[in-house]
């Protein structure tokens, strides 16, 4: 990348050549990646742009909030509040490629309906180097929205951002004030906290997940991971009282990258991973255990599904 | 308890006197518990009792061939190759407390079969203090087998144990010169593997997790722990080559405690922890992950199930 002022104007240019009097979308996961797509494409062609943030209640603690409060500048803002239907066709979907088709076919859906609306004629994407390599071995098929331009038919696809790594990423975010979502958000996949649940999605397994992810964010802040995260992982045995009982078992996964590509687990100090574990069984009576995840990427993926 | 030497021979006595001339059996599980009873019950009655092991195919590396040399010495050893009955048992059985209930059936109807061949009128046990504390709460109900006095008509129950605590017993195993087995041996549940992999047993799960355990009781040994254990909770995805792959996720324990009613999860450098999972999922090309359980019990248990 030339330096971050030059590229940004360069972009700017480009998008809006590409787009002309058009109307596009973008998708926003509410990561760094779209997040900065949306601010350039704005840039460029501003009320000709709808965003489109779609709740499916897979998403993380306050996340909606802070994302219509973050992007209200942008005047075709839309949030649509697709919990249940998302919940309703994850319903007894358990196999994780199965569950990523699925929540793939409803953000596509979900677009689509927008997309008519609003007579969106250009699709923004922020996918990012990484991503177009990965996507060619398979390794995260739906992390990002990928099927969109193979059902609608857009007159063009722009990806201001193809060609750089996330830290690039981050610093044309910083440049375009997007400081909340620089330094406040980790990566987060696009299938939400769907692929951080093993197994079947249930309101009782993502208000799980959602809390403790909340709460690994909070106290691992200070580490500075590349990305921090915790996942339920299935029902082992716990003792409440003098009675055995089944709880859930959440995953605690803290980890070093440059790119996500490769990462390390991170060394964690003891007395962080008590507080975590204290917060987590506490606060949820139905969590009674809690394991810190210490394999590198690879042979473990960042994300658990 | 009074010293050790001293309790030694006053229960020798007793059993002595309890089982008179008739025969006696003992389950041997290769715990020490098990173990120290029937080198107290053998003492006593020497070839009047009959030790049963009973080989499950649930139970850890090399753990068959160890008790049948280290108990070689009583005349009536019994070893059970009972590995088929209770894999075909265990097949399509998820919820862990029916698989608890299928193993110790199995465990009472190997023991019936030997019980009746040898005409055995008394039924030594190595049940001690906190098993009869936690049974009052069903904590563990079936890590060791307490059904067999219901369905067999035993004279009389022996339980020479059953007022001491886990130190103890150590104590008076060492005095019998059970050495392995005070050294070599953790606390291991009745069920065995069973209930250290969630979910379905499979052999390709006791597989990993023979493995596993195998790992790490040969790393953690010089962290001296009460226990230390792996187990097998699901499977997430990892990344083999530049695919995705679903693979094993094992979980690593390690406790601290007195007696087993409660215990500290163990803190472990993370040199250990790196060499444990690298040694896990390089050895098992289905394991992708390692997690390192840091709940103490309370709320978690020892074991998984």
């Known amino acids: ?32 990646d779209s997040s900065t797509a949306a ?109 969109l331009p193979d059902v609608i038919d857009f007159e063009g696809i722009v990806e201001p951002m193809r060609d750089l790594y996330k830290d690039e990423v981050r610093e044309v975010a910083r440049a375009l004030d997007l400081e909340e979502i620089v330094s406040e958000r980790m990566p987060f996949p696009g299938p939400g906290l769907a692929v951080r649940v093993l197994g079947e999605v249930t309101e009782g397994k993502l208000e799980v997940a959602r809390e403790a992810n909340h709460v690994v964010e909070e106290e691992l802040a200070e580490h500075e ?29 803290s980890v070093e990258s440059r790119d996500g590509m490769t990462a390390r687990a991170q060394e964690v100090d003891w007395a962080t991973l008590q507080r975590i574990q204290s917060r987590i069984t506490g606060e949820n009576e139905n969590v009674s255990r809690v394991v810190y995840d210490v394999t590198h990427k690879p042979p473990a993926t960042i994300e658990y599904e």
Do not use: C
């Open 1 to 32: 990348m030339v330096d971050t002022e030059s590229f940004i104007e360069q972009k700017v240019t480009e998008i809006s050549e590409a787009i002309g009097d058009s109307n596009a979308i973008i998708a926003l996961s509410g990561g760094v």
């Open 39 to 147: 601010a350039l494409a704005y840039e460029a062609v501003g009320d000709q742009l709808t965003p489109v943030y779609v709740d499916t209640g897979l998403m993380r603690k306050g996340e909606t909030e802070e994302i219509r409060e973050t992007f209200s500048y942008m005047e075709n803002l839309r949030v649509v509040d697709a919990r249940e239907r998302f919940l309703d066709a994850l319903s007894g979907v358990v196999d994780p490629e199965k569950k990523r088709h699925v929540i793939g076919e409803g953000f596509i859906r979900e677009f689509e309906t927008v997309a008519r609306e609003v007579d969106a004629d250009y699709l923004v994407q922020g996918t990012i180097y990484p991503d177009r390599i990965e996507s060619e071995g398979t390794i995260k098929s739906h992390h990002n929205v990928g099927g």
């Open 225 to 253: 991971p590349w990305q921090a995260l915790a996942a339920v992982l299935g029902k082992a045995t716990g003792v409440k009282g003098d009675n055995r009982v089944h709880g859930w078992v959440v995953a605690v996964r």
